[in-house]
């Protein structure tokens, strides 16, 4: 994917306060399946912050355990987004 669109992107998305523009921007942008799937993976990741075990996971949020240890991998990274955004907003 082009940098220049990414960065556009996620400078849009920063600029969006409204929830409800906001959901109905995704809603728009999104496949009803990748928004499903990225809710998901969001809930996920709140999961493993709060030690869950990943076979719990999967059983409660039907995804494979592949996916759960992707995010568990991510949650590791020091540097990585889903660190800085649970620390600041949960």
Do not use: C
């Not at 990225?38 to 719990?56: D, G, N, S």
């Not at 949020?61 to 992707?70: E, P, Q, S």
Request: aromatic fraction near 6%; charge should be positive.
């Amino acid at each position: 994917m082009h940098k220049t669109y990414q960065s556009e992107l996620v400078q849009l998305l920063a600029k969006i306060k409204d929830p409800r523009l906001m959901a109905e921007f995704l809603e728009d942008l999104l496949t009803p399946e990748e928004y499903k799937n990225i809710a998901t993976r969001w809930q996920l990741v709140k999961m493993l912050a709060k030690a869950k075990p990943q076979r719990e996971i999967s059983k409660k949020l039907k995804v494979a355990i592949a996916t759960i240890t992707r995010g568990s991998r991510e949650l590791r990274n020091p540097s990585g987004g889903f660190k800085k955004i649970l620390s600041k907003f949960s």
